[in-house]
């Protein structure tokens, strides 16, 4: 396996819709030794589509999950299934370039340690702002509700690489060397904020995180998760009390946890709320 050599991890859920085109991207992506998709119990012909490309191509292989154990678990499982020594999470909704992880590569190579992320676009070529982020501020929650999903950080086009707290789950490469350090992705999220644990955790044993300016790719946002968006909802809130419990609750007050365990909860209703009305 050669030392410029990326693995390609790709969890599934109904993502019939964009997983051919994802797949196709990805085995003439350059560097490209190993692709693996992990299915979480698609029932949408997924795993139809994925079988055609496996037959065509021995670089990927699948595993087909009974039920659904969350995205953190299926990287993780992908992982483990791959030698490469650079690994790339891929969401079967985002359309790589042939040479998009060539590129992102090249760029983590001139560091020891690094999480890197893209410029992730919609169809219309309108940025993302869940590409690049800060911690969440758990204190600015309590006075404004809405502060739980301003993480936003603004693009600074002055530079290639733009460190930021944490990149998108949507596409994060790495050595697998850092991966394996930090003992993967966190098992205890089903979705949502496990990105951000695992950058803050990068961060934290000294690797750069950041976001490659220069490198666009197209995303088309949840496509798995449009069918039940409360259940979504659900695991998102989940997941940021979690990490509220992980990075920050033992240094604050159980004035302050209980004032921050209600309003990620009551924000979880007001954005429930707020769907019911628009349909």
């Known amino acids: 396996m050669g030392a410029v050599a990326v693995a390609a991890i790709v969890v599934t859920h109904e993502s019939a819709s964009t997983i051919d085109e994802c797949l196709m991207r990805?085995?003439?992506a350059h560097d490209v030794a190993e692709i693996r998709v992990i299915d979480n119990a698609s029932e949408d012909g997924t795993l139809d589509i994925v079988q055609r490309h496996a037959v065509s191509d021995s670089r990927v292989r699948f595993v087909a999950n009974p039920d659904n154990p969350g995205f953190a678990v299926g990287c993780n499982q992908g992982a483990k299934d791959t030698q490469s020594p650079w690994l790339a999470f891929i969401n079967p909704d985002l359309l790589v370039e042939p040479d998009t992880l060539s590129r992102l590569r090249a760029h983590a190579e001139n560091f020891g340690d690094a999480l890197l992320g893209v410029d992730l676009v919609d169809?219309?070529?309108v940025r993302d702002v869940a590409a690049r982020r800060?911690?969440?501020?758990?204190?600015?929650?309590l006075t404004s509700p809405a502060a739980a999903s301003r993480l936003g950080v603004p693009v600074?086009?002055?530079v290639r690489l733009q460190p930021v707290d944490a990149v998108s789950g949507a596409l994060m490469l790495m050595p697998r060397s850092l991966f394996d350090r930090l003992q993967g992705l966190d098992e205890g999220y089903r979705l949502h904020a496990e990105d951000m644990d695992i950058c803050r955790r990068a961060r934290q044993v000294g690797a750069v995180v950041a976001v490659a300016n220069d490198i666009r790719v197209v995303h088309i946002r949840g496509v798995s998760s449009r069918a039940r968006p409360v259940f979504v909802e659900w695991h998102k809130h989940?997941?940021?009390?979690?990490?509220f419990g992980k990075f920050e609750a033992g240094q604050r007050s159980w004035f302050t946890r209980a004032g921050v365990f209600g309003v990620i909860w009551a924000h979880f209703l007001a954005v429930c709320a707020a769907r019911l009305l628009r349909r």
Not at 238 to 243: A, D, N
């Open 26 to 28: 990805l085995r003439v």
């Open 123 to 125: 169809e219309a070529g």
């Open 134 to 141: 800060r911690d969440p501020d758990f204190a600015a929650m």
């Open 156 to 158: 600074d086009d002055s």
């Open 238 to 243: 989940r997941g940021l009390w979690r990490y």
